[in-house]
């Protein structure tokens, strides 16, 4: 574990907490708390220094302006965006939900934690 985090290579999520919400709020999301859950892992253990770090793990992933992702959880049928401060290697979670509900929001405005 890092202790100082000027030091510090891993991304730091938050909040983990935006996630576990997600998949307690009704039953049938209950299917994304492994994906999400592994999503998490690998992102705390990630060095990303900028979007093509992300790129080479993430594929499918969709970087947008501002610093903003959108990953696709279990097989798309779930997405979660986050905005990425690389230089602090921070990760905010900013939204997940079903593809269909990811229709309906602006994954470059939608509010970060």
């Known amino acids: 574990m ?3 985090r000027e030091l510090c290579n891993d991304m730091r999520v938050l909040s983990k907490q935006t996630l576990k919400k997600f ?4 039953p049938r999301h209950l299917v994304a708390k ?3 859950e ?3 892992e690998e992102a705390k253990a990630a ?3 900028h979007p093509n770090d992300l790129k080479s793990t993430y594929r499918n992933a969709s970087v947008l302006k501002n610093g903003r992702i959108v990953f696709n959880i279990k097989g798309n049928d779930y997405r979660l965006v986050v905005s990425i401060n690389y230089v602090i290697s921070n990760v905010y979670v900013c939204w997940v939900g079903t593809h269909e509900d990811y229709d309906k929001i602006d994954a470059e405005t939608v509010r970060c934690t």
């Open 34 to 36: 492994g994906p999400l």
């Open 23 to 26: 998949w307690e709020s009704e």
């Open 2 to 4: 890092c202790l100082v």
């Open 38 to 40: 592994s999503w998490h």
């Open 47 to 49: 060095k990303w220094k």
